[in-house]
């Protein structure tokens, strides 16, 4: 079964959260972004990816149709292992991180997505999962400030989600959140990279600890400072997360022997895929560090978490980002119900893509 056509597919989504639109960041300007990969078959079977893009989908989608997509047209899409491998080998230069990585990214979750479609099997049982009805996802909310975090944060809780997690820079407010709906809700705070100096994100991660943070997540600018997060989390006690902007297993293996987290966050649509988060999953618990995967996302890369954490055989919280699509391209598998995710048992991902909706949807 050969490769016929790769395409990248741009898709920007109007979305509700109960709260005025961040004006930067994910969700701006009340958009949820998605980049569909889609990879058709000389056999009629199609298959559905999901590349990391938001402010670089301009660069990733060059990067599918101007360097992936002419070295996998024409290849064996059944041949996962060796096709992947070759492509990480021929972009090495430039695929260690970033763009490209992007690309084989989405690439790779819809080469699973034609396997488990030819196998008639769902990805959790190709990774030998023994399968669950569903997963445990948390509310990954968007950047809202003291005035609207409280409200987001207790209607967030009152949805059912059990642990929820802020995009906020300030102590003010965490305190708003965690004030809102109580102290028994695990809370997680993601800071994007926001200080520059350990001194400055221990100050901040010392004024929050009444609130009892779950984990600081990304405190430190550049994100691969090991040694200063390991630093951090010494002088703190507060549990350390990060790995959304790790490029691949290497890296996960050198943030797990720094000491430098407590949770390592690899990304489907950034890291490689589901061949390669696998992978990830694997050389970090070897080493002792849970893994919570990073997916805010909508699309495809959101259900390929589903799938992995289905075939673990420990639980794992999935992220959910949260806020109401006013069109849904995969249907209701990206809706959380009182907290959970629903785990798809048909083959592939599992779900049915709504090419009306992205069409209606798509950027040009």
Same mark, same amino acid.
């Given at each position: ?5 790769? /395409? ?10 109960? =709260? ?10 009340? @958009?949820?972004?998605?980049? *569909? ?10 298959? #559905? ?13 060059? =990067? ?9 047209? &024409?290849? $064996? ?24 990585? *992007?690309?084989?990214? &989405? ?16 990805? #959790?049982?190709?990774?030998?999962? =023994?399968?669950?009805? @569903? ?22 809780? =009152? ?30 705070? $993601? ?7 350990? /001194? ?14 779950? #984990? ?11 040694? &200063? ?57 070897? @080493? ?7 997916? +805010?996302?909508?699309? +495809? ?64």
């Amino acid at each position: 079964m050969k490769i016929t056509h790769i /395409e990248p597919i741009h898709v920007s989504i109007p979305f509700e959260h109960g =709260a005025p639109q961040p004006s930067e960041g994910l969700g701006a300007g009340g @958009r949820f972004d998605i980049l *569909f990969v889609r990879v058709e078959t000389d056999a009629g079977v199609t298959g #559905w990816g999901e590349a990391f893009g938001y402010a670089a989908g301009p660069v990733t989608m060059a =990067a599918l149709t101007r360097i992936v997509a002419p070295f996998a047209v &024409g290849r $064996d899409a059944t041949d996962i292992t060796g096709l992947m491998g070759e492509l990480w080998f021929r972009t090495k230069g430039m695929s260690r991180n970033g763009p490209v990585a *992007f690309a084989l990214s &989405g690439l790779d979750i819809a080469l699973w997505d034609i396997k488990g479609k030819i196998a008639g099997a769902p990805i #959790w049982r190709l990774l030998g999962g =023994a399968g669950r009805p @569903r997963v445990e996802a948390y509310a990954s909310l968007m950047r809202l400030g003291p005035a609207h975090v409280g409200k987001v944060a207790a209607d967030a809780a =009152a949805r059912g989600y059990r642990h929820i997690k802020l995009h906020e820079h300030s102590v003010e407010a965490v305190a708003a959140a965690r004030a809102a709906f109580g102290p028994d809700v695990p809370l997680m705070l $993601d800071t994007n990279c926001f200080w520059p100096t350990v /001194e400055a994100a221990r100050e901040a991660a010392q004024a929050m600890q009444p609130h009892s943070l779950a #984990w600081l997540e990304e405190p430190l600018y550049p994100p691969d400072d090991f040694a &200063g997060l390991a630093r951090l989390r010494r002088e703190t006690g507060v549990p350390i997360a990060a790995g959304e902007n790790l490029g691949n297993v290497m890296d996960v293996r050198r943030i797990a022997e720094a000491k430098a987290v407590d949770v390592v966050q690899p990304s489907l649509a950034k890291m490689g895929g589901i061949s390669e988060v696998v992978k990830a999953i694997a050389d970090a618990e070897q @080493r002792g560090t849970r893994v919570v995967l990073h997916a +805010p996302y909508s699309g +495809p890369a959101l259900i390929a978490a589903v799938h992995v954490i289905a075939a673990q055989q420990a639980d794992m919280l999935c992220e959910h980002r949260y806020g109401d699509l006013v069109a849904k391209p995969l249907g209701d598998a990206t809706e959380a119900r009182d907290g959970f995710l629903r785990v798809p048992d048909g083959p592939g991902l599992g779900v049915e893509i709504d090419v009306a909706a992205i069409e209606r949807y798509r950027v040009a």
